[in-house]
């Protein structure tokens, strides 16, 4: 099994207090599993829908923003694999 992945990035390298910190967080797990599942709905004459798809990730990853400061970090996007968190100096 392979060990999940991540980097992380400050918008600068110091702040003054009161400025906005952005943090973003490139992650990811090789040991994920994709999962596609279609639907197709069919009546008692045999008439069929169109198929769906749904998409699933098994063992998804979870992340946790904390700093030593005790500051309050707000996700504004994560897509899966790049997350994006805010906090006030």
């Not at 390298?13 to 994709?34: C, Q, R, V, W």
């Amino acid at each position: 099994m392979a060990a999940p992945t991540v980097t992380a990035s400050l918008n600068a390298t110091s702040f003054a207090p009161g400025a906005t910190m952005l943090l973003t967080i490139t992650y990811g797990d090789p040991d994920n599993k994709a999962l596609t599942v279609t639907v197709v709905v069919t009546d008692a004459q045999g008439n069929s829908s169109a198929p769906v798809k749904v998409s699933a990730v098994i063992d998804p990853l979870t992340l946790t923003v904390t700093d030593t400061s005790g500051r309050a970090w707000t996700r504004l996007s994560d897509n899966g694999s790049v997350a994006v968190y805010r906090a006030v100096a």
